[in-house]
């Protein structure tokens, strides 16, 4: 199945988090493209470092709660701790896509349910999946991004080759 992960990080080495974040997800799944890296303006609460982030296609076998719990664990392994809503974290890691699913638990919501209104979502995966559909709107990424209008507080901070060179002991990414 392909799927489509958002990535973020705002704490630390924002670099770095997302290449260990990039690696270890390259060990369980074929990563297939990987965005440039933005920065951008925290959404919510405003009183916090601006973010780094990216979005990657990837090809996985796993379950789409199978790929939940792969990015969970992640976000673990690499010291993010639970924090209150739109808080500051070390990495973030969303299913934004899973083939054409529609996922609805307690757990997973599947597409991610506020990735129509987020422009630090929609301007890297426009980049990548520009004609990707939206499978409960019927509209395409580009569409989605257009509809926001004027985007603002999202700047490109690295190509995606760029940000792969520069990486140290980072490999699987095309």
């Not at 958002?6 to 074929?30: C, F, I, M, T, Y």
């Not at 990735?115 to 890297?124: G, H, K, N, S, T």
């Not at 019927?138 to 760029?162: C, F, Q, Y």
């Amino acid at each position: 199945t392909i799927a489509y992960l958002g990535l973020g990080s705002n704490l630390g080495d924002r670099k770095q988090n997302l290449a260990q974040a990039l690696e270890l997800v390259s060990q369980q799944v074929v990563m297939e493209q990987l965005s440039s890296v933005y920065e951008t303006e925290p959404v919510g609460y405003k009183q916090q470092p601006l973010f780094l982030n990216a979005v990657c296609r990837i090809s996985t076998e796993l379950s789409p709660e199978q790929l939940l719990g792969l990015a969970k664990g992640i976000e673990v392994k690499l010291g993010r701790i639970p924090g209150f809503h739109n808080a500051p974290r070390l990495i973030d890691i969303d299913i934004l896509f899973y083939g054409e699913e529609v996922v609805s638990s307690r757990e997973l919501t599947i597409p991610h349910p506020r990735l129509a209104e987020r422009a630090f979502v929609l301007v890297p995966l426009a980049e990548i999946a520009p004609g990707l559909i939206h499978p409960e709107n019927g509209r395409t990424i580009r569409e989605l991004l257009d509809k926001l209008g004027i985007v603002s507080g999202v700047r490109k901070w690295a190509e995606a080759e760029e940000f792969v060179n520069r990486r140290q002991n980072v490999s699987g990414i095309c």
